[in-house]
């Protein structure tokens, strides 16, 4: 369907779209019945979520939530980050501030993002430029069928100079967010 952007010639010639007219269309109603995110001036489709991808999230949210209750922080599920000419919706993602500091603007960073990627690794990845733009200062990729998370951090200049992986097994500690560890393997026990 889309061989056509196989071609560098027809690449050069896409026409991106602003963030304006991005939010324009959702208030039109253009994207009611079409999940889509906008990432890098290009509208992508958002792909379904398997039931461990369901579970995950909902997983990491009600452990993020707990850890936030009390602080300075609270935690979007699949809210949008306006960064640029990106507005990605992650899995997960921990806010600096109250809820309310928030109901007439998108947040533009985060202290912690998570995804989850089951069937999206290669987008998931290429999300780590968005982040390290808005400084994210960590970024984690969770894996559950790889039984490995991918961590991002110390955002410098648009990009993450720090990527490492952890094993399932390993208890993953944030730096982002002292106190706040995941342990994938008793996460998929549970």
């Known amino acids: 369907m889309l061989e056509v952007l196989e071609s560098p010639e027809v690449r050069r010639h896409v026409a991106p779209i602003t963030i304006t007219r991005y939010h324009r269309m959702i208030e039109l109603g253009v994207f009611d019945e079409w999940p889509v995110e906008l990432l890098s001036g290009v509208l992508v489709e958002k792909m379904s979520k398997s039931e461990l991808h369901v579970y995950l999230v909902k997983f990491l949210y009600q452990a993020l939530a707990k850890f936030c209750a009390e602080s300075q922080w609270h935690v979007g599920k699949e809210d949008p980050i306006t960064i ?5 919706e992650p899995d997960i993602s921990v806010i600096q501030g109250q809820l309310s500091d928030f109901r007439h ?5 985060a202290q912690l993002v998570i995804e989850v990627a089951i069937s999206s690794l290669a987008l998931d990845r290429a999300k780590a430029r968005d982040y390290a733009k808005a400084c994210v200062p960590e970024y984690w990729v ?3 069928e790889a ?6 951090r110390h955002p410098i200049a648009g990009a993450y100079s720090e990527k490492m992986e ?3 097994e390993s208890t993953l500690e944030s730096t982002a967010l002292p106190g706040f ?3 994938l393997s008793a996460a998929l026990a549970e």
């Open 84 to 88: 640029g000419d990106s507005e990605p």
């Open 181 to 183: 560890s995941f342990n």
């Open 142 to 144: 969770v894996q559950p």
């Open 147 to 152: 039984k490995t998370i991918e961590v991002y």
């Open 166 to 168: 952890v094993s399932a």
């Open 105 to 109: 603007a998108k947040p533009t960073t």
